[in-house]
T-cell receptor, first 116, second 112 residues
Framework: DAGVTQSPTHLIKTRGQQVTLRCSPK?????VSWYQQALGQGPQFIFQ???????QRGNFPDRFSGHQFPNYSSELNVNALWLGDSALYLC???????????????FGQGTRLTVV | GEDVEQSLFLSVREGDSSVINCTYT??????LYWYKQEPGAGLQLLTY?????DMKQDQRLTVLLNKKDKHLSLRIADTQTGDSAIYFC????????????FGTGTQLKVEL
């Protein structure tokens, strides 16, 4: 089991461009969440996908969008990139939790995005 | 609202115990977690505690939860150089699904 895999590992983009990041969840997992981790900060929740629908969203603008495919893999798209979008983007996969239960989130290694 | 705070830096000698602290504001927390992040790597779950528990021990790790004071701590016994990393506390809360709210992280440096 390869765990959660993300691609690419590093990326450099210019202001105003668009970027797509990809995530393959751990085998058997059906829920994918995306987080943004700026340098020196803790990860911030962007959104979560389950059954190909965005189920929850954090405090991020509409420039951030995503998609989940039938095989549970996911993409994060960011339009009109700003310098402030430079960060490590982390994908986490998990199983849909039952009522009140806990489900461990497994994180990928992340994609380091630099906007110049 | 959700706010999780940690001290930024902790330095200990190899073999000593480390205690990393975290405070949170959301009284509807369901689970509280400790994650480890090594340079250039993703997040590794170390342990977690259900919000109605006071303590959980897992080998060298001890988690203490004071729900009244909204204070969480992670004690690492016999700290080793391989424990040097950034440690994040995180919480999930009622109505939040399994969305994680992270603290700012504590950088642990273990010296010989």
């Amino acid at each position: 089991d390869a765990g959660v895999t993300q691609s690419p590992t590093h990326l450099i983009k210019t202001r105003g461009q668009q970027v797509t990041l990809r995530c393959s969840p751990k085998s058997g997992h059906d829920t994918v969440s995306w987080y943004q981790q700026a340098l020196g900060q803790g990860p911030q929740f962007i959104f979560q996908y389950y059954e190909e629908e965005e189920r929850q969203r954090g405090n991020f603008p509409d420039r951030f969008s995503g998609h989940q495919f039938p095989n549970y893999s996911s993409e994060l798209n960011v339009n009109a990139l700003w310098l402030g979008d430079s960060a490590l983007y982390l994908c986490a996969s998990s199983l849909e939790p039952g009522q009140g239960s806990n489900t461990e989130a497994f994180f990928g290694q992340g994609t380091r995005l630099t906007v110049v | 609202g959700e706010d999780v705070e940690q001290s930024l830096f902790l330095s200990v000698r190899e073999g000593d115990s480390s205690v990393i602290n975290c405070t949170y504001t959301d009284s509807s927390s369901t689970y509280l977690y400790w994650y480890k992040q090594e340079p250039g790597a993703g997040l590794q779950l170390l342990t977690y505690i259900f919000s109605n528990m006071d303590m959980k021990q897992d080998q060298r790790l001890t988690v203490l939860l004071n729900k009244k004071d909204k204070h969480l701590s992670l004690r690492i016994a016999d700290t080793q150089t391989g424990d040097s990393a950034i440690y994040f506390c995180a919480e999930t809360f009622t109505g939040g699904g399994n969305k994680l709210t992270f603290g700012t992280g504590t950088q642990l440096k273990v010296e010989l």
